[in-house]
Every structure is written in structure tokens, then in C-alpha cells.
């Protein structure tokens, strides 16, 4: 326990970070950096970690997961993978360096994600030498993976916006010789170990299987509800409805799922559900795929008077965390661990740099997030103490 947070104080204090969003969707940058989020190193401050690099020790170690990779793999635990300082020390030496691409980098998750791979990285002594954010479009993930290839990064850590659209562009990345790490989704046509080293996701399954239960709980086991899920061919997202939808199937018979709704971008969210809620005015519950859906179709069960509908969704994002902090219709998330996600994916660049082989699916075990256990959860997911608007919500 000394050790993790000895390496997430040292990385806090040595690595100063940037967010500047690029409004005209263009690479930006200053300096030898390029991408969208600006990166700061202090490499004179950077110490090489002394004891093992892993993953929190306070994540539960025994939680089953319940997800499969991409291609079907049973899942190995994030705990079971680790650096030692010999093998940091040996890492540190071939003066390695790392991109990152994003497919968007204006969330909670994604902030997290970042802060777990920069500061790790920095333990490492492998220097981030930009990241990009895609703002979900295929075609600017493209260029930006075209870009960064320019700079000739040892390692390049991404999730794909559309695992088809972008495979070609992760193409030429892997044929280019670099070290390929992914989160959450794979390219298609990829195989593991030949075009890209491994694939680190949170348990989506168990998160959707989390989300299902909460909700149910709340509503005694018994309603109607709806479901917004995501109209899009992505790995994770389609993970957690499925395990939601099957767990109440299969648990719940008093629970009736009279509706489901798709968005196809996140700000979709209200107007997709405002459509749901007219239709379905009676609705008891309502399950949305993530945080920031989930945001919107607050706005729109706000807006349509039924303060008694509750809701559940995925990723402890601060506007749901708020919500739920207020006793008001979010009564529970399934969250994610982005930051020790981000942990994870450098190690295992790490075990690629040194030609050592990873498991091919690598998950970070699912989290039950109630307003009970809210404060607590934050700091587990995050790495930091809560908001102060949150804290003051208990008050």
C-alpha cells in the first residue's frame, strides 16, 4: 500500500499535466509536443520506482470477471501482472517513448485513464510524447494516428473509435514496428501478440451486471423499464447492456423491459430519452450505458416531471456522482477503475518493450458504487479525494 501511494504522489509531483481540448478539431501544441492534450514532463523531478508498479491492492483481488475479450479469452486479472525494478531499471534504459490516442478526452474516465498511464509511465522512465483526442470522429483518429507515427513513438496506447474504420490506420502503426496497446476495444482483423500486445478493460460485464442489480434492489424487484444502450459497434458498451438486460431477464421476472432506445454519440442521451418518456410515461426505471447519456436523460426525466423514476448507469462521472450524492434518481453506478486501467496498460507496454509476452485480455475487476459507499468509491476510481461539491452533498 506504501508503495502505490508513494508512486501516485510522486508522479502527481513530478508530472505536470495540460488538458487544452482543441475546439477547431486541429493538432495543436507547443514546444516539441503535438496532439490535442498538451503534455508537461519535469523529467529532472522523475524517480524510477523502487518496489514493484501494480495495480491498487485495494481493489478487490477476489471479484470474479465476468467479461471475455475480444476474441472470446478468458480474462486475467490486472492484478496479475506487475513490474519489477529490475525490470523498470532495464525499461528505463533504452530511453523509450509513448503516444497516446484517445477517442475522447473530455470525461472523467478519460481523465483518469491518462493520469494512470502518464504517471506510471514516468515510474517507468518512458516519456509521453502526446496525446490526441478524437472526439469520436473516425476520420480524425486516423489523422491523428498519422501524425503521431511521424514522431516515431516506441508504444501507442489507444482505443478505437470504430474498430473497423480505424483499422487501417492501426495498420501501418503495427507494420510500422510500434508496440501496440489498446483499451477497451480492438481494431478489426487484429490478433493478439502478432499486431498488437494486449487489450486492458474494466469487467464491463460485471459492471452491467452491477447496474442491473442496484436497480432492481430499488425498485423491489418490480416495474417497467426502459434501456438506452449504444447504436454502435463497440466491444465494451455492448458488453454492459447485454449483461444488464440478461440479469434481469433472468433474475427479475416482476421487471419488465418495455423499451430500448439507441444513441449514436453521447450528447444523445436527453433527446433520446425524452423521446423514451413520452412514450412510456409510466415508466419506473430507466438503465442508460454510461455517465455522460446518462446526464442528458436526467435533464429529460427532470423535464418531464417523474422525480420518482430511478435510474443506474456505468462510470462514476462527477454530474451522475452528484446526483447520486443528492439522494436524487441515480441510485447506483457498475464504475470503472480508469485510472488503474491506465496503470495496467503501461505495464504491459512495458512487458512489450522488453519482447516479454502478456495475456491477451487483461481486465480491472467491476466496482458496486451505491451513495453509501460514494466517497469511498471515489477516491478508489480516481486516485484523489472527491470534489468538494460533492462532500458538502452529504452535508
Not at 516539441?32 to 491498487?56: C, F, K, T
Not at 470525461?107 to 510524447?129: C, H, K, P, Y
Not at 417497467?224 to 465494451?236: E, L, M, N, P, T
Not at 442508460?288 to 426525466?301: F, I, K, N, T, Y
Amino acid at each position: 500500500m506504501e508503495m502505490y501511494k508513494r508512486l501516485a504522489v510522486v508522479g502527481m509531483l513530478s508530472i505536470t499535466t495540460i488538458f487544452v481540448v482543441a475546439c477547431n478539431g486541429n493538432s495543436v501544441g507547443t514546444g516539441d509536443d503535438i496532439g490535442d492534450v498538451e503534455v508537461e514532463v519535469d523529467e529532472d523531478d522523475v524517480e524510477l520506482a523502487s518496489e514493484p508498479i501494480r495495480i491498487n491492492p485495494n481493489i478487490d483481488k477476489d471479484s470474479e470477471i465476468y467479461s471475455e475479450g475480444p476474441q472470446g479469452e478468458v480474462a486475467t486479472s490486472a492484478h496479475d501482472i506487475e513490474l519489477t525494478p529490475d525490470q523498470v531499471e532495464e525499461i528505463s534504459e533504452g530511453n523509450y517513448t509513448a503516444a497516446i490516442s484517445m477517442h475522447y478526452a473530455g470525461n472523467d474516465w478519460s481523465r483518469a485513464q491518462l493520469d494512470g498511464l502518464q504517471q506510471t509511465f514516468a515510474q517507468m522512465g518512458v516519456e509521453v510524447i502526446a496525446i490526441t483526442d478524437a472526439q469520436f470522429s473516425v476520420e480524425k483518429q486516423a489523422s491523428d494516428i498519422e501524425t503521431l507515427m511521424a514522431r516515431d513513438p516506441d508504444i501507442l496506447v489507444s482505443i478505437p473509435v470504430d474498430p473497423v474504420s480505424t483499422a487501417g490506420a492501426y495498420r501501418a502503426a503495427a507494420d510500422a514496428g510500434i508496440h501496440l496497446v489498446f483499451m477497451d476495444n480492438v481494431p478489426d482483423g487484429f490478433e493478439p501478440g502478432e499486431d498488437y500486445v494486449s487489450v486492458v478493460s474494466a469487467d464491463n460485464y460485471g459492471n452491467g451486471t452491477v447496474a442491473a442489480h442496484t436497480l432492481a434492489d430499488e425498485l423491489e424487484e418490480e416495474g417497467q423499464i426502459g434501456v438506452i444502450y449504444h447504436d454502435a459497434d463497440f466491444f465494451v458498451t455492448a458488453q454492459r447492456v447485454e449483461a444488464f438486460e440478461q440479469t434481469i431477464e433472468e433474475e427479475y421476472p416482476n421487471i419488465e423491459i418495455v423499451e430500448r432506445d439507441g444513441i449514436a454519440e453521447p450528447e444523445d442521451g436527453e433527446s433520446v430519452a425524452a423521446a423514451m418518456l413520452t412514450r412510456n410515461s409510466d415508466l419506473d426505471g430507466l438503465f442508460v450505458v454510461w455517465d455522460v447519456p446518462a446526464e442528458g436523460a436526467l435533464s429529460a426525466v427532470r423535464t418531464a416531471g417523474m422525480d420518482d423514476l430511478v435510474m443506474t448507469t456505468i462510470d462514476l462521472g462527477s454530474g451522475v456522482a452528484l446526483d447520486m450524492a443528492r439522494d436524487q434518481q441515480i441510485k447506483g453506478v457498475g464504475a470503472q477503475l480508469p485510472f488503474d486501467q491506465g496503470v495496467a496498460e503501461a505495464i504491459i507496454a512495458g512487458h512489450a518493450l522488453l519482447e516479454e509476452e502478456v495475456p491477451s485480455y487483461i481486465a480491472v475487476p467491476a466496482t458496486t458504487v451505491t451513495r453509501e459507499n460514494l466517497l469511498d468509491s471515489w477516491e478508489l476510481v480516481y486516485n484523489e479525494e472527491p470534489p468538494a461539491e460533492i462532500i458538502e452533498a452529504f452535508e
